[in-house]
């Protein structure tokens, strides 16, 4: 964490938070993103290791380095500086707000902000310039992507007759309706020119190696910022699917409906297949994911003395039906002494969804520790941290929030209705009244979400 200890109410000043905040920068040292590029990217004189793979530098004319997602500055840094006076030129994207802290020192690589969840402008006229840089690639070129969590919206190049007010439309409503990160990229592959290996098609027939920090629970390559670079197994019927199965097929922009119809009826090629001949010569190397944070956080627990378990990275649903649930297992503990003992800390991983039922401001993190906050009322020296690993929760400058046994009778005191802020997905406001908002500010990497569960 950026901060040495928790800055909330509820843990501020205390051994108690200076050990959670341990734990908590454990878990992001463990997937930064510089360290994790470093670790699979390899240079020796004329030879450069990338993952299993070995490429002699001099059957090599130029290298380009280009990539997108929240990470993508100190990726930048780190591949920029291994690959050194042999970097050609290169272009990565990054969300607004997380470059200047990370600001690389080197010339040969433009670093581009963009918008996210929602596409923007800057983000289409940077991919524009991606798209251009590799055009006309020969086999003695090598292009080095680095992809990370955000990439879907920042790398975003609508497909011919979408336009980008069609697209923040659509994410917009998805993003509301609580649809699953795999279902709005299905969508988003069929719709843009570069995701659902696009970038790979265009990179053709350059070595392509790509350098991936995943944000999507269980690795699946294809869906990692919308899989530029990996064959994808959806089909334009499956985009259309999304549609009727989440009741936006009336409510969706006509262009994107009829794109997708285009699709289905043969009419547009589809999106890069497994067996693709302009795949042969791609290498997609898996550098961080949140079991390698969760991990580094259960070794940190225990070296602090905790009865420490990491029960899941695989945590998905409602943000507020996990955040009840996760409070059940606290009160198990208190009760049973199940699954672990006191000292315990229950390390949970994953990413989970909110459906919008209110016009509130929040996030899934503080959602989840709002919706736990009643269930955990009274209960003797326990804690819930929700943290987003990136820094940034939903369209918050907050990672999460804290809660306690007593955080439901401060509330009260406040004259806090902890349900109606939950009714109207309002934690945010509820939280910075407590003061017991995570801010760490941006920090640089993307592997899901984390749940901390303590009891002393």
Not at 5 to 25: D, E, F, N, P, Y
Not at 278 to 290: F, H, I, Q, T
Not at 295 to 324: I, K, M, P, S
Not at 408 to 435: I, K, Q, S, T, V
Request: aromatic share 2%; with cysteine.
């Amino acid at each position: 964490m950026h901060h040495t200890r928790l800055r909330t109410s509820s843990l501020r000043a205390s051994a108690r938070g200076a050990a959670i905040a341990q734990i908590m920068a454990a878990a992001l040292a463990a997937v930064e993103p510089a360290a994790a590029v470093s670790r699979h990217l390899r240079r020796d004189g004329d030879t450069l290791h990338a993952g299993e793979r070995t490429i002699d530098l001099h059957t090599i004319e130029r290298v380009f380095l280009v990539g997108a997602g929240k990470a993508g500055a100190p990726m930048a840094h780190a591949a920029a500086a291994i690959l050194g006076d042999r970097l050609t030129a290169g272009l990565v994207i990054v969300k607004e707000g997380h470059l200047a802290e990370f600001a690389p020192t080197f010339q040969r690589v433009a670093l581009v902000e963009a918008g996210h969840p929602i596409p923007d402008e800057r983000g289409i006229a940077a991919a524009a310039q991606i798209a251009a840089m590799l055009h006309g690639l020969t086999p003695r070129d090598l292009v080095i992507a680095l992809i990370s969590g955000g990439g879907s919206a920042l790398l975003t190049l609508p497909a011919p007759g979408v336009s980008l007010t069609d697209l923040q439309t659509l994410t917009g409503a998805l993003l509301a309706c609580g649809a699953s990160i795999g279902a709005i990229n299905t969508l988003r592959k069929h719709l843009d020119m570069l995701k659902g290996g696009g970038l790979a098609r265009l990179a053709h027939p350059a070595a392509l190696v790509t350098l991936i920090l995943s944000d999507v629970v269980g690795n699946p390559l294809a869906s990692i910022a919308s899989g530029p670079t990996v064959a994808d197994p959806s089909t334009f019927a499956d985009a259309l699917a999304v549609l009727a199965r989440h009741q936006l097929m009336s409510s969706a922009p006509p262009a994107i409906v009829a794109h997708l119809r285009q699709g289905r009826a043969g009419a547009l090629p589809e999106t890069l297949k497994a067996g693709d001949v302009r795949l042969a010569g791609v290498s997609n190397v898996l550098v961080g994911d949140n079991r390698q944070a969760a991990t580094a956080a259960l070794t940190a627990a225990r070296a602090l003395g905790f009865h420490a378990l990491l029960l899941t990275t695989a945590l998905e649903g409602e943000a507020r039906d996990a955040g009840r649930f996760l409070a059940a297992m606290l009160r198990e503990v208190d009760a049973s002494g199940n699954p672990l003992p006191r000292p315990a800390c229950l390390i949970i991983g994953g990413e989970t969804t909110v459906t919008l039922r209110g016009a509130g401001h929040g996030g899934r993190n503080q959602e989840l520790a709002l919706a736990a906050a009643p269930l955990l009322a009274g209960l003797p020296d326990v804690a819930l941290v929700a943290l987003a690993t990136d820094g940034g929760d939903g369209p918050t400058d907050a990672a999460g929030a804290v809660v306690t046994g007593a955080t439901a009778e401060r509330a009260r005191a406040l004259g806090l209705d902890l349900a109606a802020h939950l009714a109207r997905n309002d934690a945010y406001p509820c939280f910075a009244a407590l003061d017991d908002l995570l801010r760490p500010g941006p920090t640089g990497t993307n592997v899901n979400d984390l749940t901390f569960l303590f009891a002393w």
